[in-house]
């Protein structure tokens, strides 16, 4: 491939507009031809997300069933026992994923008998020879390294949205607090996996801010899962409008075009999308979906291992076989 575009992070707020700004189709276009510079556009890679301890959590993110205060239909589940989720991870290698993420409703990791069961999946995924992920909350840089040296290859902590529109969707933790777990993931070694969600009733404006904040980061992280709201009923963004397809396409065209080396992952919402709907998404440079053995996304619907393996063949589309130079996972 050919490697034309520069990676940078010294992009301002006017040029990123600029580009988001752009006539979609010519947005299309350019964010397709930066992908194909920098990766094999006939490859998607396929993670698979598990839920390993659910719901019951004690913050407030305003999009998310699993926040304790807010009466949802999620079922409540504890810490799964380390084979059960052995076994998941076996199953979605079957299935053709290369990455496995784990994902726990906590608000910070805590030193106790709960995080050393993680330490153990973790390393008991890396065994299968999967690419391990977790997310699991706000992380001290103690943390990370005992997670590194169990060989987790990357840890999801998304922005969720812009710093200035951060407070409207969660008090109970900063924009600054995301920013730190980041920091401290990138100090152990692990790569970074840090996108957002649209259809919050953030502005352009506040996606453009998103998007500059991980495009201006020392480093790129290495995955960026962009998110359409999943509307959850009994959360209060529960009757937010759906997020159109074309703002999707926007926000993955210009994660593309900024961060051209990063697997950008078309995340939550594609349950709403048909096939035509998401081609146009790897068309602008998603190469990356999560797909799920129980057809959800931790505990919001999502298209099953079948469908999604049906719908690449349809695409002329073939999984990923193991992304370890770059990568991963949404949610937290
Ligand atoms: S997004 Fe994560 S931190 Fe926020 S309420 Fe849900 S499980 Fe808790």
């Known amino acids: 491939m050919n490697k034309k575009t520069e990676l940078r992070n010294d992009w301002t707020k006017e040029e990123v507009e600029a580009i988001y700004h752009l006539p979609l189709m010519e947005l299309i276009y350019k964010a397709a031809s930066v992908h194909r510079e920098w990766h094999d556009p006939s490859e998607v890679q396929i993670c698979t997300l598990l839920s390993i301890k659910t719901g019951g959590c004690p913050e407030d993110c305003s999009y998310c069933g699993q926040a304790a205060r807010y009466h949802t239909n999620i079922k409540v589940q504890a810490l799964l026992p380390t084979e059960t989720v052995i076994e998941h991870a076996r199953k979605a290698k079957e299935s053709g994923s290369s990455r496995f993420c784990m994902a726990a409703a906590w608000r910070e990791v805590r ?3 709960d995080f050393d069961r993680v330490i153990d999946m973790v390393k008991g995924v890396n065994e299968l020879g999967l690419e391990v992920c977790c997310t699991l909350g706000m992380l001290t840089e103690e943390q990370a390294e005992r997670l590194q040296e169990a060989g987790l290859h990357a840890y999801n902590h998304n922005l969720d949205t812009s710093e200035q529109y951060y407070e409207e969707i969660i008090s109970t933790r900063t924009f600054d607090n995301r920013i730190n777990t980041i920091n401290n993931v990138r100090k152990a070694g692990i790569t970074v996996c840090s996108g957002g969600i649209i259809g919050l009733g953030e502005t352009h404006r506040d996606r453009i801010s998103m998007i500059l904040t991980l495009a201006t980061m020392p480093k790129h992280p290495d995955s960026v899962p962009v998110n359409a709201l999943a509307r959850v009923a009994g959360t209060p963004l529960e009757n937010n409008p759906k997020v159109d397809t074309w703002e999707m396409v926007r926000m993955i065209a210009t994660a593309r075009i900024v961060m051209p080396a990063s697997v950008i992952r078309l995340s939550a919402g594609r349950i709403e ?4 709907e998401q081609a146009w998404c790897f068309m602008a440079g998603a ?4 797909t799920g053995e129980r057809e959800t ?8 291992v079948s469908e999604d393996m049906q719908m690449l063949t349809n695409l002329g589309l073939k999984p990923m076989i193991k992304e370890s130079a770059k990568t991963t996972c949404t949610t937290h």
């Open 111 to 113: 030193d106790n008998r």
């Open 273 to 276: 999308m048909d096939e035509t």
């Open 287 to 290: 190469n990356s979906i999560f």
């Open 297 to 304: 996304l931790l505990v919001t619907p999502n298209p099953g």
